[in-house]
Nanobody, 121 residues
Framework: VQLQASGGGSVQAGGSLRLSCAASGRIASINLMGWSRQAPGKQRELVAVIDSGGGATTYADSVKGRFTISRDNANNTVHLQMNSLKPEDTALYYC???????????????WGQGTLVTVSS
């Protein structure tokens, strides 16, 4: 299973970016999908998570009201719409997916390679 993240870049404070992450490979089903981030010198933190049906989401307090997570199950893709970006949102953003590779296998968590978001003041 591979996760390919895209959409990072540089933007001024107040701007917007949309991250996408596509899962590929041997996939029977995907449960949770999410985004985390790691700023220089800091630990990785959870940003947002979405359930398999897309009906339940969880956000870090620092991004509530500004970021929206969504998913496209037909294409095994998760998105993160980031609005009103702040310099403190600067980080490497990683996507993850909890994947079952067959109907009888256990679920495992997979990570993407990270995409850099830089917000300037």
């Amino acid at each position: 299973v591979q996760l390919q993240a895209s959409g990072g870049g540089s933007v001024q404070a107040g701007g917007s970016l949309r991250l996408s992450c596509a899962a590929s490979g041997r996939i029977a089903s995907i449960n949770l999908m999410g985004w985390s981030r790691q700023a220089p010198g800091k630990q990785r933190e959870l940003v947002a998570v979405i359930d398999s049906g897309g009906g339940a989401t969880t956000y870090a307090d620092s991004v509530k009201g500004r970021f929206t997570i969504s998913r496209d199950n037909a294409n095994n893709t998760v998105h993160l719409q980031m609005n009103s970006l702040k310099p403190e949102d600067t980080a490497l953003y990683y996507c993850n997916a909890v994947v079952r590779t067959s109907r009888t296998s256990r679920s495992d968590n997979y990570w993407g390679q990270g995409t850099l978001v830089t917000v300037s003041s």
